[in-house]
């Protein structure tokens, strides 16, 4: 059965940093898309950025420039880089993995557990 773990997750002042990870565990033959997407208390979740097997990226206008999502495609597992974190980057964050191939056959749409990051002086 597959399964997304996240970690990484914490507390920190306004400028810091924090390095998100979601590793995927099962019998996984490959993984297409995999992103973060996140939600703050009393709002929708949001994606913030997501990335393809090969290695495209896009992310959400409000983390430009301060956020950069990467992947090892050998370990399954997909990365936020987070930097000059402010209070509104405040919520859950959650991996996901919309087409993972098992030996099973396709699978859709995982999501891991959450984890929580809260940025505050």
């Known amino acids: 059965q597959v399964q997304l773990v996240e970690s990484g997750g914490g507390s920190v002042q306004p400028g810091g940093s924090l390095r998100l990870s979601c590793a995927a565990s099962?019998?996984?033959?490959?993984?297409?898309?995999m992103g973060w997407h996140r939600q703050a208390p009393g709002k929708q979740r949001e994606l913030v950025a997501v990335i393809t097997r090969g290695g495209d990226t896009t992310y959400a206008d409000s983390v430009k420039g301060r956020v950069t999502i990467s992947r090892d495609n050998a370990k399954n597992t997909v990365y936020l880089q987070m930097n000059s974190l402010k209070p509104e980057d405040t919520a859950v964050y959650y991996c996901n993995a919309p087409r993972i191939l098992t030996t099973s056959g396709m699978k859709y749409d995982y999501w891991g557990q959450g984890t929580q990051v809260t940025v505050s002086s």
């Open positions: 099962g019998i996984i033959l490959s993984i297409d898309a």
